[in-house]
């Protein structure tokens, strides 16, 4: 990556009157002001600026405090006195004042026992090279950029080195690891070889961080346009299993009899990889990754047959709260949409196999309701076939899946599909308690309907009620 004019583009980002003001509070204080970290990383990338991080050699909260007054009655400062750290909101960006700081860590906590630093040791105790960067906001030498350890030239080289040896900045913080791993698919950067032996080294260390901070993480990585490349990483280092067991479950390939099966791990990558292409739906993705979470549960060799994993559709939805609950995904709505994803994401497919008749339609539409349409892009992304006849047949037949149901949508309305005729009205009709009739009667209108034996309809569901509830020999009332 070549990065031309970066006078420029740090001369640009300092425009705003913000850091003149900033630069004459940190002269009239005499506390050497500097930005820092992620967000002078953004600004030589030119990426989107989130929070503005400002580093002081001084006290960051009175820092902070003076500034807020001279922007205006409203500007708020909140202070996180533990930190000694003041962050205050303008004009829709945080800006955060740090006091620079030298910090060591206890060997098993993430307890860092503070020390005021000078600048240089607030950068050696930064993770990587190109979050290391400065920039003075001071007079005497406004805009430059201090670059203690070849941040610029890894830039180039998209390259994440540590400043310090590898072993110390990940055992400061283990979640480092993490975040080498997230940083490299985000910016499609390489890890370099020290850092990533450093990481295979110390990866049961992430046992002391919490599952929250993992997950942000990962979560950082399935949003990007390529996620594969960071699941890829977490293997190859032996931090999949730490944290993802039953995704790591699916590496590998047996094979009896000279048959094999493909690779579920490849598999399912290469289906969040093509998701990520018609999606930026982060539960969609989840659904996508979790798919097939169930093949090696249910793997099995039978002879004439080869390789099957019956069930594995049921078995994943199982698998998905308790995998949710362990990550700390969410155990809300979100988790239900993934867990009826993955139960249903070989109906399409199935689908496409078979003759398309309207009954197999109607039946997909009133169990995938309004999420019909990401069921369906799930299932093409699950289309990672080599063969390109086959791929060709498949994208073809689920052209007509996608037809018919937007045919029968219409016609039949089954999609949010409420039974036209009430256990209510059953009960009130026959003057019989809640009872097996009752559900027995309801599931024969649903079945009904969705056999196109009837249409979704009051009158003829009525109907069909009555000539079924004659059948189980009762009376009408009313
Ligand atoms: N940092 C660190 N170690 C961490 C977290 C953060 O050294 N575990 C430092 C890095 O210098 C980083 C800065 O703190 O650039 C700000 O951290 P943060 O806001 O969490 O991340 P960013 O690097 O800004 O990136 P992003 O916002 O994408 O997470």
Redesign the pocket.
């Known amino acids: 990556m070549i990065i031309n004019n970066l006078e420029n583009r740090i001369a640009k980002a300092l425009q705003s009157p913000l850091y003149q003001k900033i630069s004459d509070l940190a002269e009239e204080c005499s506390i050497p002001t500097y930005l820092?970290?992620?967000?002078v990383?953004?600004i030589i990338l030119e990426r989107p600026i989130?929070?503005i991080?400002i580093m002081v050699l001084g006290s960051g909260i009175e820092m902070a405090e003076l500034l807020a007054k001279r922007l205006g009655k409203s500007v708020k400062v909140t202070v996180y006195k533990n930190f000694g750290t003041a962050a205050l909101r303008y004009k829709g960006l945080d800006i955060e004042f740090v006091g620079a700081r030298k910090e060591s860590y206890e060997r098993h906590s993430r307890k860092p026992q503070v020390e005021i630093g000078s600048l240089q040791d607030d950068q050696n105790?930064?993770?990587?090279t190109i979050?290391?960067l400065a920039i003075s906001l001071n007079k005497a030498d406004f805009g430059t950029l201090i670059d203690p350890f070849g941040g610029i030239a890894d830039m180039q080289a998209q390259l994440l080195r540590t400043p310090l040896n590898p072993d110390i900045t990940f055992s400061d913080?283990p979640?480092?690891m993490m975040?080498a791993i997230r940083f490299a698919v985000?910016l499609g950067f390489t890890i370099d070889d020290e850092a990533m032996e450093a990481i295979s080294r110390n990866a049961s260390r992430l046992e002391i961080i919490s599952r929250e901070r993992i997950i942000d993480e990962i979560n950082?990585m399935m949003l990007t346009q390529r996620p594969s490349i960071g699941f890829k990483l977490m293997d190859r280092c032996g931090i999949l299993p730490l944290v993802f067991p039953e995704l790591a479950a699916m590496k590998g390939v047996d094979e009896i009899d000279g048959k094999a099966h493909k690779d579920n791990f490849y598999h399912t990558l290469q289906v969040l990889d093509n998701i990520c292409q018609t999606t930026d739906d982060l539960w969609l993705r989840w659904a996508a990754l979790l798919h097939d979470i169930a093949k090696p549960p249910t793997k099995k060799f039978i002879e004439g047959q080869g390789w099957t994993f019956h069930g594995h559709e049921f078995l994943g939805a199982k698998m998905v709260p308790g995998i949710f609950k362990r990550l700390k995904l969410p155990q809300n709505e979100k988790m239900k949409f993934v867990q009826k994803m993955v139960l249903l994401h070989l109906r399409p497919i199935v689908l496409a196999e078979d003759i398309v008749t309207d009954s197999a339609i109607r039946r997909l539409l009133f169990d995938a309701g309004d999420d019909i349409d990401l069921l369906m892009k799930l299932a093409e992304a699950d289309i990672t076939s080599k063969n390109e006849t086959k791929v060709a047949r498949y994208l073809a037949n689920f052209k007509l899946v996608r037809e018919k149901l937007k045919e029968i949508e219409e016609k039949d309305a089954v999609r949010n599909f409420q039974p036209p005729v009430s256990g209510e009205l059953i009960m009130e009709t026959y003057g019989i308690p809640p009872s097996r009739e009752v559900g027995l009667i309801k599931d024969a209108i649903k079945e009904a309907i969705l056999e196109g034996e009837i249409h979704n309809d009051f009158q003829e569901a009525f109907e069909f009620m009555l000539r079924k509830a004659d059948e189980l020999g009762l009376k009408r009332i009313k």
């Open positions: 820092i970290g992620g967000y990383r953004d989130k929070d991080d105790r930064r993770d990587f979050n290391a913080d979640l480092r975040r985000q950082k």
